[in-house]
């Protein structure tokens, strides 16, 4: 596929996603204790539940999701940027951290969650609001019963890569409201 048709079945998918999506919010512990991970991620894209507000701060969407692969699509704005003209790394580190810590969160069953415990990013190219959308998409490596870990990488529609990253992940039983 090439890379205009790629970007064109990106920005469909997002759009086809965004209008289903219900507006930002964040789920109680109980709505996240009763669903597996992946329920809790089908709900989101489906609009039974809102998705998060940094996501929508951010710009990025989530647009796939199974267990262990989760992707979030972005683009960067200059809304984005430090003062020396590119897209600040903590947009990086958000879209990242996000994709990895949701697969994570995609094997889990119910009554289980996941908070971070460690971030590695590497930025190997800077992005800039000319970029256009881009893609992190968060594998897992493991889980277990105590840690989970995932690696992701944000590349552009015609396959850059622009940075790549890993986490773990504490696994841990949700506490009911």
């Known amino acids: 596929m090439s890379a205009e048709s790629t970007l064109d079945a990106w920005r ?3 759009a086809a996603v965004r209008q289903t999506m219900a507006p930002p919010g964040t789920a109680s512990v109980s709505d996240i204790g009763a669903r597996s991970g992946i ?4 709900d989101i894209m489906s609009g039974k539940l809102g998705g998060a507000p940094i996501a929508s701060t951010l710009d ?14 972005g683009t960067p704005a200059f809304a984005h940027y430090n003062p020396i003209g590119s897209v ?32 590695k990013v590497n930025m190997l190219r800077r992005l800039t609001a000319q970029t256009g959308p881009v893609r992190a998409e968060g594998r897992v490596v493991h889980v277990g019963a105590t840690t989970g870990m995932a690696e992701d990488r944000i590349v552009d529609a015609a396959g850059k890569l622009y940075a790549a990253g890993t986490t773990t992940c504490l696994v841990l039983p949700l506490d009911r409201d």
């Open 39 to 42: 329920e809790f991620f089908e």
């Open 88 to 119: 600040h790394g903590g947009w990086f580190c958000t879209l990242l951290d996000s994709a990895m810590g949701c697969a994570v969160h995609s094997t889990l069953p119910p009554g289980r969650g996941y908070t971070t415990l460690e971030v």
């Open 60 to 73: 990025f969407v989530l647009v796939e999701v199974e267990p262990g692969r989760v992707t979030f699509q």
């Open 12 to 14: 469909r998918r997002e």
